[in-house]
Structure formats: structure tokens, C-alpha cells
């Protein structure tokens, strides 16, 4: 058992499953002079300024009825939840500043991948690599993501598109965990765009007969994502191959209503995905869908917005309506090159209208629940994993309005200290 004490303000949303509506602000405690205990499993015994026991140390009371074999002094720093990032493509090969460049230019995102760019870009440098190579590669990402407050992170495949190299970028992910200490969950995204040299509907074919069953039999992934959209797949495509993840054991997650409103708010409620992503181009009725679902959080990336020069989804409509929001990095070498959760939540504030509370909840409780984890992570509660981040800031509202600079003095996962110092 260690205690963190000397937490001049802890701020965390409270809860075991997502927050919806007016609960993502109103479910928000901010304790002052706190400490967190934890056991040495790495899970919170105890946290907030009354503790269950009481011992005296330096003339302050604090709980003990074990003693502790550590004690680590906060500094009167501010506490928060590690954030979980729930929708990137972390894992890749190459760059595409090129692309970047481009879209400068005023070229679109569609323009840009009929010109040869694009998802099918990175397909290529993945295939060209071998998964120790694109984990090497990558965990220079996900390390950054570590020092700037993320403890949990989903990453998709998508850039192989074939079995062999789907099953090697999910291997470099796991992989990239093992290297950083970071804590991933991995999607399956095969059915991220159709490869080159392959028809549509035999694609299709492909990923249910042979790349879902390969990701199964390796339990190389936990979740199922299909990118549903306009020029992507269409609605039936992606039930189907839903469908056919879920009978072989898969949870669903869906890109849906970025580049055009297909409906895919609605069908990740029909089939009960954890999510619904990006929604730019979302509609009142997909709206209510999601207001009405139980499980689907709708998962919102701003980064990506911004870089695709499009407007923000309406996530003060989604928060009105009772939805629960998530936000996400959807870091990826197109459309959003970014790992840093705390310009999320500055774009989100900016962008969006979100409050520093709604945000925060949306980056971590429901960030959570976007990957079927908010009973164990997201929140700084007795029960679940001790990963909390200790800034050098006043209050929570300074997050998102020192933008794009990070105020991180310690990283704490499941207990340890893995980035920073205190
Ligand atoms: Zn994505």
C-alpha cells in the first residue's frame, strides 16, 4: 500500500458506467487537499481529504491502519484522471505531410485519396515492414501520448488490409505496449478501405471468410470497426460484416457520418456498438438514436476536424439531447497527426462549446466506456486502476486554455509513477 498525498485539488468525474447529458458536468468532484491510496495490485483503496484511517504525518492526519511502504508528496499539484484516448490509429508506417500540405492547399480528403494518397498510402510502408519495424516505429507516439496524460489508449489496425499484415500491425501494437507501459486495447479495422488491385464486394468477402476468422483464432483484437461512409463501405456492407464479428466474439465499435450522413449513427445503435466516431455530418435522427441507446457513446475527434477543415461536430446538440460524448485523438498520419489529448479538450472548449467538465469527462470516464472499461478505468475512484496525471495548473479549466502546452509534472500508471517527476 503507497499514498499519494499533498494533492492540492483532485478533479475527477464519478461513476462506473459512461455519463450522459448534463450528468458529463454536474457528476464532477473537486476535493482539495487530497490523497489517493493505493494497493499493490495497483488499484485505489482510497482517495479524496477523508480517508478511512487515520495516521499522522509531517502533523497532517492521513489513514493508516497498515502503514504504507511508500509515501510520495504531490506538491500541491492538481490531480486528474489519465486520459483514455478510445479511437486511434496509432500504430503505422511513413508520414503524410505531403497530404497535409495539400489540404493547405484547399485539396479535399477525398481529392486527395483519389489522387493516390490517403488510407492506401500508409498500406503501402506497413506492408513493406515487418511488426517488430512499425512497433519500433510507432512507440515514439505512443510514449508522447504517455508524457502528455494518456494511461490507456485504443489502437486500430487498418493500414495491412490483408490477414498477414492486419495480424502484424495488431502484433506491433501490443507489441508498442510492451515498450511503453502504455495500456492497450486493439480494434480490427480491415474493413478500413478496399486495397488496391481488389473489387468492392470481393473485399468484403475477404474480411469476413478470412481476415475475421485469422483475428479471432490470435485473439489479436478485442473490437471490430468498419469505416462507414460515403466512398467506403456502404450501410449493408458493414452490418454484414458486424454481424459476422459479433457471432465470432468481437465487440463493435464504427466509424460513422464523418464525410457524409449515411446513417451510420443509427446502425451502430441497431447493433450495439460501443461507438459512433467522428459524426460531423450527423443528423437529428441519428442524434435521437444515440440519445435513446444505452451502450453507444458518441465518440467526437476535433483534432481531425480541424486538419480536414471541416466543422466540428455538434456535440452541444449530442449533450443536450442526453447522449454521452467521448472525445478521442483518432491519431493517424492523414488526418489527424496528433497523439495530445489535452488539444482535444482545448478544441473541444473552443470548437465545440464543451465545458472544461464536460471535456474532461468526455476524455476520460466515457473515453472509458467507449471501450467497454469505464467499471475499471477513467475516474479516480475506489475500485478501479490507479492511473491519474498531476499537473502544474490552478484549476481545471487552465487544461484546455493553455493550448497546445503541457503542464504534466508526473504520469501515474497502475500506481507507478511512469513519466515525469514529482
Ligand atoms: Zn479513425
Redesign the pocket.
Known amino acids: 500500500m503507497k499514498i499519494y498525498r499533498n494533492i492540492g485539488t483532485l478533479v475527477t468525474p464519478v461513476g462506473k458506467s459512461a455519463l450522459r447529458g448534463e450528468a458529463m458536468r454536474k457528476n464532477i468532484v473537486s476535493v482539495k487537499n487530497a490523497s489517493i491510496v493505493v494497493n499493490d495490485a495497483g488499484i485505489i483503496d482510497d482517495a479524496g481529504s477523508n480517508l478511512k484511517f487515520a495516521v499522522k504525518i509531517d502533523d497532517v492526519v492521513y489513514p493508516n491502519a497498515k502503514g504504507y511502504a511508500e509515501e510520495i508528496d504531490c506538491k500541491g499539484l492538481l490531480a486528474l484522471p489519465g486520459f483514455v484516448d478510445s479511437?486511434?490509429?496509432a500504430v503505422f508506417m511513413g508520414e503524410r505531410s505531403n497530404e497535409f500540405c495539400m489540404r493547405a492547399e484547399g485539396r479535399s480528403y477525398q481529392e486527395i485519396a483519389a489522387m493516390g494518397g490517403g488510407i492506401r498510402s500508409s498500406v503501402e510502408k506497413v506492408r513493406n515492414a515487418t511488426s517488430e519495424e512499425i512497433a519500433q516505429y510507432s512507440q515514439k507516439f505512443v510514449r508522447n501520448a504517455l508524457s502528455l496524460g494518456t494511461t490507456t489508449m485504443e489502437v486500430?489496425s487498418?493500414y495491412g488490409l490483408s490477414t498477414e499484415s492486419e495480424l502484424a500491425l495488431l502484433a506491433a501494437a501490443k507489441r508498442v505496449g510492451e515498450l511503453t507501459g502504455m495500456e492497450i486495447f486493439r480494434t480490427w479495422?480491415g474493413a478500413h478501405a478496399v486495397p488496391k488491385g481488389k473489387k468492392q464486394s470481393e473485399y468484403v468477402e475477404e474480411l469476413i471468410n478470412e481476415q475475421l476468422p485469422a483475428i479471432v483464432k490470435e485473439h489479436a483484437a478485442e473490437f471490430a470497426?468498419v469505416?462507414c461512409d460515403e466512398g467506403y463501405f456502404t450501410l449493408e456492407e458493414t452490418e454484414r460484416i458486424c454481424i459476422a464479428a459479433q457471432k465470432a466474439g468481437l465487440k463493435i465499435k464504427l466509424?460513422a457520418d464523418e464525410l457524409a450522413d449515411t446513417g451510420g449513427a443509427e446502425l451502430a445503435v441497431k447493433l450495439g456498438s460501443y461507438s459512433a466516431?467522428?459524426l460531423l455530418k450527423i443528423t437529428s435522427d441519428g442524434i435521437a438514436a444515440l440519445a435513446r441507446s444505452e451502450r453507444t457513446i458518441a465518440t467526437l475527434?476535433p483534432i481531425?476536424a480541424l486538419c480536414i477543415r471541416s466543422p466540428y461536430a455538434p456535440a452541444r446538440k449530442l449533450i443536450e439531447a442526453g447522449c454521452a460524448v467521448a472525445i478521442a485523438t483518432?491519431c493517424?498520419p492523414g488526418?489527424?497527426m496528433s497523439e495530445n489529448m489535452q488539444l482535444a479538450i482545448s478544441l473541444s472548449v473552443i470548437g465545440m462549446q464543451m465545458s472544461p467538465e464536460e471535456a474532461l469527462t468526455a476524455a476520460t470516464l466515457n473515453g472509458a466506456a467507449a471501450i467497454d472499461r469505464a467499471a475499471t478505468h477513467g475516474s479516480i475512484q475506489q475500485g478501479k486502476f490507479a492511473d491519474f496525471v498531476l499537473y502544474d495548473i490552478p484549476s481545471l479549466s487552465y487544461l484546455p486554455y493553455h493550448i497546445g502546452v503541457s503542464d504534466v509534472a508526473a504520469v501515474v500508471k497502475n500506481g507507478n509513477i511512469v513519466s515525469g517527476s514529482l
Open positions: 479511437h486511434t490509429h486500430k487498418g479495422l470497426d469505416f466509424h466516431d467522428h475527434l481531425t483518432d493517424n488526418s489527424s
